[in-house]
């Protein structure tokens, strides 16, 4: 495990604008890690059919870095790091949000239809998560 990954704060948590090709019949964005992103992706998930008033997430990575995108609809995600806490308003498929490790991530507030698409560093380790809140701030 990265020591230094432990000192990431709400400040690393950072919004990227991805690149867009606008065309009359549609517009595209291209994602690549190491390009656009700031880590390779390895792993590719979405979030969709959240009932009103579910949130999802609720755990950070010790090692796993995470792109969140809206790529329908719009969420928020609380990003905590144990001393401060910040809210991200996600609503445009262009625009995303950089987690990276040992940063405690919530999403709530989703919108109908609304799917959240992540890019992940790491294939999926369940020894990768910390899902109890109290463990957390301990690690940190």
């Not at 704060?9 to 867009?20: E, F, G, S």
């Not at 009359?24 to 390895?42: A, C, D, H, Q």
Request: hydrophobic share 35%; net charge neutral; charged share 20%.
């Amino acid at each position: 495990m990265n020591e230094n990954a432990k000192k990431n704060t709400i400040d690393d948590c950072a919004l990227i604008n991805l690149p867009r090709i606008h065309h009359k019949s549609g517009n595209i964005t291209p994602v690549r890690g190491n390009i656009e992103l700031p880590f390779p992706v390895n792993r590719i998930f979405y979030l969709y059919d959240i009932p009103g008033g579910e949130s999802r997430g609720a755990h950070a990575h010790k090692v796993c870095h995470q792109f969140l995108v809206a790529a329908s609809g719009s969420f928020d995600i609380l990003v905590n790091d144990g001393q401060h806490k910040k809210v991200f308003t996600l609503n445009r498929p262009y625009i995303g949000l950089h987690i990276p490790p040992y940063i405690w991530a919530e999403e709530f507030n989703f919108s109908s239809g609304g799917i959240c698409l992540v890019l992940a560093s790491h294939k999926y380790d369940a020894e990768d998560y910390i899902r109890d809140y109290n463990r957390f701030l301990s690690e940190k």
